[in-house]
C-alpha cells in the first residue's frame, strides 16, 4: 500500500481563510519535509521537520512521529499561496531516498 | 542555502536517441539523488549517490545510467531513449543521508 497519505486531494480557500494539510505514513520516518511547487514549477523546500513544530511566517508545520502524521498549516491565506504542497518522508529502515505523497493542490481565490 | 543547478532545463529527443543530464551542486553535500515526476506517479527515485565514484539503484532504475564524476556533478544518461521515459527529472543533494535535501530546477525531457 501506499507509505505516505496526503489529504485533502485538493483545497480550495478564499483569500484570508486558513489551511490545514495533512500527511500520514505507514511505517517510520527517520526524516520529514514539505514542499511546494507551481505547475512543471521546481520543489521548493518550505520545512524540514522530522518531529515537532516548525514555524515560518504564516505556515506552520508539526510533525509526531509516534503517530506517524505531519501537518502544513497555512494561516491567512494568500492567492500567491496557489499551487501543490507535497509531502515526504525519508524512511528509517536503510534506504535513503525521500518518498513522496500525492500531493495537494491548493487554490486560493480572490 | 544548497545550490543545485540543472542542465539542460528542456531537451527534446527522438526514441533511441543518446541523452545526457547533468546536475551540480555547490554546497559540498555527499549525497545526491535524481529523481523523475509523472502525473499518477509522483516522484520516483532512479538512482543515488554518496560520494564521487559511488552508485546506488534507486525504486526505477531501468533505462538509466548514472555517474557521480566529482562530488559536485551527478549525471543521468539515457543510452537509449524511450517515449515512456518522457517526465520532468529533478536532481537532488543533501549533507546526510536523513538530512534535508535541497533540489534543483529540473530538467523537462520528451522522447518522440
Known amino acids: 500500500g501506499q507509505q505516505v497519505q496526503q489529504s485533502p486531494t485538493s483545497l480550495v480557500l478564499q483569500e484570508g481563510e486558513n489551511a490545514e494539510l495533512q500527511c500520514n505514513f505507514s511505517?517510520?520516518?527517520?526524516?520529514m519535509q514539505w514542499f511546494y511547487q507551481r505547475p512543471g514549477g521546481s520543489l521548493i523546500s518550505v520545512f524540514y521537520?522530522?518531529?515537532g513544530t516548525k514555524q515560518s511566517g504564516r505556515l506552520t508545520s508539526t510533525t509526531v512521529i509516534k503517530e506517524r502524521r505531519s501537518s502544513l498549516h497555512i494561516s491567512s491565506s494568500q492567492i500567491t499561496d496557489s499551487g501543490t504542497y507535497l509531502c515526504?518522508?525519508?524512511?528509517?529502515?536503510?534506504?535513503?531516498?525521500?518518498?513522496f505523497g500525492s500531493g495537494t493542490q491548493l487554490t486560493v481565490m480572490p | 542555502e544548497a545550490a543545485v543547478t540543472q542542465s539542460p532545463r528542456n531537451k527534446v529527443t527522438v526514441t533511441g536517441g543518446n541523452v545526457t543530464l547533468s546536475c551540480r551542486q555547490t554546497?559540498?553535500?555527499?549525497?545526491m539523488y535524481w529523481y523523475r515526476q509523472d502525473t499518477g506517479h509522483g516522484l520516483r527515485l532512479i538512482h543515488y549517490?554518496?560520494?564521487?565514484?559511488?552508485?546506488q539503484i534507486g525504486d526505477v532504475p531501468d533505462g538509466y545510467k548514472a555517474t557521480r564524476t566529482t562530488q559536485e556533478d551527478f549525471f543521468l544518461l539515457l543510452e537509449l531513449a524511450s517515449p515512456s521515459q518522457t517526465s520532468l527529472y529533478f536532481c537532488?543533494?543533501?549533507?546526510?543521508?536523513?538530512?534535508?535535501?535541497?533540489f534543483g530546477p529540473g530538467t523537462r525531457l520528451t522522447v518522440l
Open positions: 549517490s554518496y560520494g564521487a565514484g559511488n552508485l
Open positions: 521537520n522530522p518531529s
Open positions: 511505517t517510520s520516518l527517520n526524516s
Open positions: 554546497n559540498s553535500h555527499n549525497y
Open positions: 537532488a543533494s543533501s549533507d546526510a543521508p536523513d538530512a534535508e535535501q535541497f
Open positions: 515526504a518522508m525519508g524512511e528509517s529502515s536503510g534506504s535513503w531516498q525521500l518518498i
